[in-house]
C-alpha cells in the first residue's frame, strides 16, 4: 500500500529539548516536504526536497532543520523546540515537484501532533 | 508575496444542497492551483487540480472548480453535498515549477442534515 509514514503522532516535549519527528514513503518519490498547520493559519510549508542531498526552505523554516540522505526519509529536527513550533506537522511526497503530471498527486502522511511545554 | 486566500472560514449548508467554496490567488503568469480536503484526524487527500488547459476540473466525490484568470480565482463547486462531505478544505497554489506550496486558511463546511 503507498503510503507515508510519521513517528512519532503525538509528542509533548519541554522547551529546548531536540527532538526529530520522521518521516518515510515507499513510493520512490523525489519531492518530499514537511508543513505545519496552525488554526486560522492553514497549512505553511517549512522545508521541501527535490532528491537526495537537495533541501531548500518553504516559507517557515526557521527554528527546523531537515536531512534527505535516503530518498525515502526526511526528518525534521528541532534543535531547541519553542513553545510557538507547538503545531500539527504533516509530511507529503510526491513523485516529482508538487504533483504537476496529470496523474500525479501529493500524498500526505497521517500528521505529527506536538506539543512544547 | 504569493497567497491564496479563502474568503469563508466556515460554510454551513443542508444535506443536498449546492455549495461553492471560494479561493483567490495571486496573479503570476504559470500558476497551478489544487484543492485539498482533510476529515478529521486525518491527512489532506487531493480532490481535484487544475495545471493547463480546459478551465473546468472535476475532481472526486462529485466536486469541481473552475479557473478564472481574470479574477484570479478557483472556487470549488458540489451540486448536491452529502453529510459525508463534512471537512475543512483548502486551497494551494504553486508557482512555476511546482516547489514551493502556498496554501489557504482553509473552509470547515459543514452538512446539516
Known amino acids: 500500500e503507498a503510503q507515508v509514514t510519521q513517528n512519532p503522532r503525538y509528542l509533548i516535549t519541554v522547551t529546548g529539548k531536540k527532538l526529530t519527528v520522521t518521516c518515510s514513503q515507499n513510493?520512490?518519490?523525489?519531492?518530499m516536504s514537511w508543513y505545519r498547520q496552525d488554526p486560522g493559519l492553514g497549512l505553511r510549508q517549512i522545508y521541501y526536497?527535490?532528491?537526495?542531498?537537495?533541501?531548500d526552505k518553504g516559507d517557515v523554516p526557521e527554528g527546523y532543520k531537515v536531512s534527505r540522505k535516503e530518498k525515502r526519509n526526511f526528518p525534521l529536527i528541532l534543535e531547541s523546540p519553542s513553545p510557538n513550533q507547538t503545531s500539527l506537522y504533516f509530511c507529503?511526497?510526491?513523485?516529482?515537484?508538487?504533483?504537476?503530471?496529470?496523474?500525479?498527486?501529493?500524498?500526505f502522511g497521517p500528521g505529527t501532533r506536538l506539543l512544547v511545554l | 508575496a504569493q497567497s491564496v486566500t479563502q474568503l469563508d472560514s466556515q460554510v454551513p449548508v443542508f444535506e443536498e444542497a449546492p455549495v461553492e467554496l471560494r479561493c483567490n490567488y495571486s496573479?503570476?503568469?504559470?500558476?497551478?492551483l489544487f484543492w485539498y480536503v482533510q476529515y478529521p484526524n486525518q491527512g489532506l487527500q487531493l480532490l481535484l487540480k487544475?495545471?493547463?488547459?480546459?478551465?473546468l476540473v472535476k475532481g472526486i466525490n462529485g466536486f469541481e472548480a473552475e479557473f478564472n484568470k481574470s479574477q484570479t480565482s478557483f472556487h470549488l463547486r458540489k451540486p448536491s453535498v452529502h453529510i459525508s462531505d463534512t471537512a475543512e478544505y483548502f486551497c494551494?497554489?504553486?508557482?512555476?515549477?511546482?516547489?514551493?506550496?502556498?496554501f489557504g486558511t482553509g473552509t470547515s463546511l459543514t452538512v446539516i442534515p
Open positions: 487544475y495545471l493547463s488547459g480546459s478551465t
Open positions: 507529503a511526497s510526491s513523485l516529482s515537484g508538487a504533483g504537476l503530471a496529470d496523474q500525479e498527486t501529493q500524498y
Open positions: 526536497s527535490m532528491n537526495v542531498e537537495v533541501t
Open positions: 513510493m520512490n518519490h523525489e519531492y
Open positions: 494551494a497554489v504553486t508557482y512555476g515549477a511546482g516547489n514551493q506550496f502556498y
Open positions: 496573479s503570476s503568469v504559470s500558476v497551478y
